[in-house]
């Protein structure tokens, strides 16, 4: 990062001796393409970015992309950080700076988060759904720079993969299923996948975890720009209030999968999708989150029987490392599949409780 201290006094008209760059550290990592930067008296952020060839048919860098949408979304009231400075050239872009306390980070250190940061978190949802609007009115403006996501073909992937876990989960629990059983999850299953492909997708960021929310004196601002796509916004929405606390290091830090989501949160974005985006009821809506809920977290649980199964390959020792203990992770990803009550969706409620019987 020391070869962008030049340009950037150079925009700021300034002695490179007054830009000093800061380390930014995610638990035990520390982030190699971000830093905060002190120009003077003032802070702001700098990023580059590793890929610096076009990403989509228009042409454009990962860096172009998010310089371009974060400055669509700020100039229409988004919560998002402005751009201060960028270089197509240099694939680098300096941000205003908006803190480096992220939600994962403040979902693992709060003791009851769901009710201990409720406040913060309808603040979140309603900025998440202002974003949502913004790609939906803008969309001609975005899309020079959406990126050919296969939505369809990633959801069939994560539907197989995830009633294969549940026949795992009935292996590893010594339960095997009986016939009827069998049967029974098959239709319910069947059930579930078919109300989420017959869902419409939406525009809108690729790249969505917690880490995603930065969090300055209780004012949500959402990073992370550099691919757009079309999704289900519902995906987007687990995987933002779900915290996976990779590469924690401190006491207060229980590194654990915490879901901030829950029945009110659900039912107060099912409203808001009713009122702006579809015909859909809210039980609707409210049932997709649920079925994509169980499906992150089967997903979960089958990166780490995976991880165990194989933990001698790279992307296994890249796991272990960002979650640590696979055993505790497994029982806690098990809890947050038995325990969500999101919806009062009978298909998916009915799974949930066949997994709860295989638990050993």
């Known amino acids: 990062m020391q070869h962008l201290i030049e340009p950037i006094a150079t925009h700021f008209e300034t002695a490179p001796e007054s830009v000093r760059l800061g380390p930014i550290q995610h638990g035990t990592r520390l982030r190699h393409n971000v830093c ?20 989509v048919e228009s042409g454009y860098t990962p860096c172009q992309i998010e310089t371009e949408v974060l400055s ?28 480096e306390q992220t ?20 603040k979140i949802l309603r900025e998440f759904c202002e974003i949502e609007s913004c790609f939906a009115l803008r969309a001609e403006d975005f899309a020079p720079y959406i990126f050919p996501f296969n939505a369809h073909e990633n959801l069939k992937d994560l539907l197989e993969r ?33 109300r989420l492909q017959l869902a419409p997708t939406a525009l809108g960021g690729l790249d969505n975890n917690a880490r995603n929310i930065v969090v300055a004196e209780d004012a949500p601002v959402f990073i992370d720009f550099a691919s757009i796509g079309w999704n289900w916004q ?15 290091s401190t006491e207060a830090e229980s590194a654990n ?45 089958h990166q780490l ?11 296994s020792k890249m796991l272990l490392e960002a979650w640590g203990d696979a055993k505790p992770r497994f029982q806690c990803a098990l809890t947050q599949i ?12 009915e799974i949930r409780a066949m997994i709860g019987e295989f638990r050993a």
């Open 36 to 55: 905060s930067v002190n120009v003077d008296a003032d802070r702001y952020l700098l990023k580059a970015h590793d890929i610096k060839t076009a990403v």
């Open 162 to 194: 995830g009633v294969k876990v549940i026949g795992y989960l009935s292996h590893l629990g010594e339960k095997p299923m009986a016939s009827a059983q069998a049967d029974v999850l098959i239709e319910k299953w069947n059930a579930l996948a078919i």
């Open 305 to 315: 029987i995976q991880a165990i199964a194989q933990p001698e390959t790279t992307e």
């Open 234 to 248: 519902e995906i987007r929405l687990v995987q933002l209030f779900n915290s996976i606390g990779a590469f924690l």
């Open 103 to 122: 939600l994962d980070a403040v979902a693992q250190g709060a003791e009851n988060p769901p009710n201990d940061l409720k406040p913060l978190l309808e």
């Open 257 to 301: 999968f915490v879901s901030l989501l829950d029945a009110e949160l659900v039912s107060t974005y099912a409203e808001w999708v009713c009122t702006h985006r579809e015909t859909s009821s809210a039980a609707e809506i409210a049932a997709r989150v649920d079925a994509h809920h169980l499906l992150f977290y089967l997903s979960v649980i």
């Open 338 to 349: 038995i325990d969500a009550d999101l919806s009062d969706d009978t298909d998916t409620a």
């Open 72 to 99: 669509i979304l700020h100039r229409n009231g988004c919560k998002v950080p402005q751009v201060v400075w960028s270089s197509a050239a240099l694939h680098a872009l300096l941000l205003e700076w908006c803190g």
